[in-house]
């Protein structure tokens, strides 16, 4: 009964953006093993959103004393906070005791995987490795095709095919895609893109062919980072999730767009504190970014917020409550603001929707299960569309 009352706390407490008492009720609950998946996600979203509070530090600092090595799944958990307040050397240390005292598991794995990526993270090595590769694609800048940045893992291979079959249709460019494993690299292969990116090192899956679950967000990172060294060649870039279906003309969409550095699908999801301030975030499911000075800087400290967020939709919409909104205006087909020194516009979500239902141009969903033909009719495709 007392965990149901502190978990019910816990909520309310999040609805009216009282994170740090939030997380202090959470923080009461012992060990912290009985909080579920949700509630460790939220634990750590909270943390990152007050990671300067004394009281949220002092009440971490209480659970790893008191809960460290109580299960390797746990501490991979208390590592990952660790990493959310900023405390950097501690998550490392952690995952590599869990590494150690764990040895042969697969949670020994994963906290190996993790203590590696975060110091190669830290020290710049993965945004040189990635610079070498897209040194190696000799990709030519051009005016007239941007590149079509899109990540793929095996297991979506079907999605990936309809995915592609639609891009081909109603936009012009050129595909750069994020390879996450083995098959997947075969897939594109099979499909004749020319420009891949292998960042299957990075990532671990279980035996159905499923990243796990802390080595997933590395994906966010690695394509931010990626969209940061494409953009410095100059190159604009156009960042499309796989669950994001082309529908319509791109294109026409715009040139119908008044000019700004970066055009964004807006949504009203996550991060909720940002939601929250300004009644709107940005969602990375679909984003095209212009090159120029103010972009290359934007990309530097969004290169760094992720670093921190290991999530690249909380990491950007925290730039803009950072940054501040301004000359926000409204009209039927799109939404335009200034932030950060850089011009943003947003479509409407009758041209750019989060729904597999609508969506004039672009329809963004999450998939959850459905067939590919399930997907087809859903979105109104036939064979040949």
Known sequence: MLIFILLTSSRILSRFNLWTQSVLVLSRIRPSTRLDSNFRLRFSYFCLIRKDSPRIRRAFAGIVRRDLDISAANNLWLAFTAWCLGCFKLSELINKRTARLNSGTPEAVMAAREAEFAVSLLNGTVADKLSDLVEHLSIPVTATEPL???????????????????????????????AMDEWSKK???????????????????????????????????????LLKELISRGHTVISLDLDAVLVGDLGQMLEALPISDIVAQRDYSIPLDVAHELGFVICCGFMLIRSNPAIIAFMSRYAAQVTLEFDDQTALNHLLLEA???????????????????????????????????????????????SIEDLRRSLGLSRSS
């Open 187 to 225: 897939i594109v292969k099979e499909s004749g893109v020319r420009y891949v990116v292998d960042v299957s090192s990075y990532f671990g899956f279980d035996q159905a062919g499923r990243v796990d679950d802390f080595s997933k967000r590395h994906l966010w990172v690695l394509r931010v980072l």
């Open 148 to 178: 079509i940045v899109v990540p793929i893992s095996g297991q979506y291979g079907k999605l990936f095919e309809l995915w592609k079959q639609q891009v081909d249709y109603h936009a012009k460019g050129r595909l750069v895609v994020l």
């Open 324 to 370: 501040t909104v301004q000359n926000q205006t409204s009209t039927n087909a799109y939404m335009v603001f200034d932030s950060g020194g850089v011009s943003w516009v947003c479509p409407d979500t009758s041209l750019v929707s989060r729904d597999v239902g609508y969506g004039t141009v672009i329809r963004h969903f999450q998939q959850q299960g459905q």
